[in-house]
């Protein structure tokens, strides 16, 4: 069995105005030119301030701290600042990085082809690195953020790297003001800056006409894998319902039931606590990364265990008798 796992690219780094574009509002960034520098994200926008009495912010942990505390990233001329013997990378430049001695800093340039690798402390091969200098999560404390490419992709930052990303799941948009996977109508994007029209998010769908055929049965409301219509009359108005947390509704069962149980062509995502569900379909080959309830991902398990068991959460070589596996 193995480990499931999110892919990571390299991305590119992304100026003030747009990282507070794509993190949670009232978030505070670092200044990219200035080691004491911090920048309040409000509103997509932002408002610039410094830390007192000479201390540093900290991007990572979004306070102001002592410099020796404070790996500054984002200023060659200060990122030396208090330090001895320590190499640093130049945040602004992938092929070189600097040497600090004493408070004053000496840079160089790698090979040609090759990039700085902080983690290695050497020059390496630029395929087999990423760069810090590259990474839009340079500024931001650790912690999820849009991508910058698209209203439904995320990153997740740690100590100024992306370590993983992804895309939320059909009909989903990233929040940065919630750190979710939202309705479209609730996010403000780029490529949607209003948000399209829709019922608000907190109303329960209506359902369709015509739909109470049979008096006393339960019928999916077509929207989700949790939720159902209950016509109690012939004609009547279906009233709304959805599972518990942890099942899936079974309209030829008639009840709510274990989520592998169920061939449900939705977001699986929703209403678990489960990291990883089968896409329906894929014979359990691939899966929806699973975050608070709704999915935030995609991924496939690789050809060596090439099925995931839902219930164990890992890949593995053997599919499991599940109907959603068939």
Known sequence: MIALTVNISQVKALSPDQTCKLVQNNTYIAD???CQGWILCRNGAGTYGTCN????????????????NVN???NVETMCSGLTDVYKADPNDCNKYCYCHEGETYCVKCPTGQVYDSVAIKCVWASSSSCIAN???????????????????????????????????????????????????????ASNPVGPPGPSVN????????????????????????????????????????????????????????????VCNKDRCD????????????????YYNCRDGASYAQGKCPSGNPYLNEIAGVCQEKKPNYPICN
């Open 271 to 286: 209403g678990v606590t489960k990291s990883f569900m089968a896409i329906a379909n894929t014979k359990c080959m691939q």
């Open 135 to 189: 990474s839009p999560c340079l500024l931001v404390q650790n912690g999820f953020m849009g991508d910058g490419k698209s209203c439904n992709g995320w990153l997740r930052c740690a100590d100024g790297q992306v370590v993983s990303k992804g895309v939320c799941g059909t009909d989903r948009y990233f929040n940065p003001n919630n750190g979710l996977c939202d309705y479209p109508q609730n996010v403000k994007c």
């Open 203 to 262: 109303e329960d769908p209506v359902a369709p006409a015509g739909l109470c055929k049979k008096a006393g049965y339960f019928y999916s409301d077509n929207l989700s894998c949790t939720g159902y219509f209950y016509c109690p009359k012939a004609n009547d108005q279906g009233q709304f319902g959805k599972c518990p947390k942890n099942s899936a509704f079974s309209e030829s069962l008639q009840q709510c039931v274990d989520p592998d149980k169920v």
């Open 72 to 74: 500054c990233n984002t």
């Open 32 to 34: 990219p030119n200035n």
């Open 53 to 68: 009495d000479d201390l540093y912010y900290d991007s990572t942990n979004g306070v102001c701290d002592f410099p020796q």
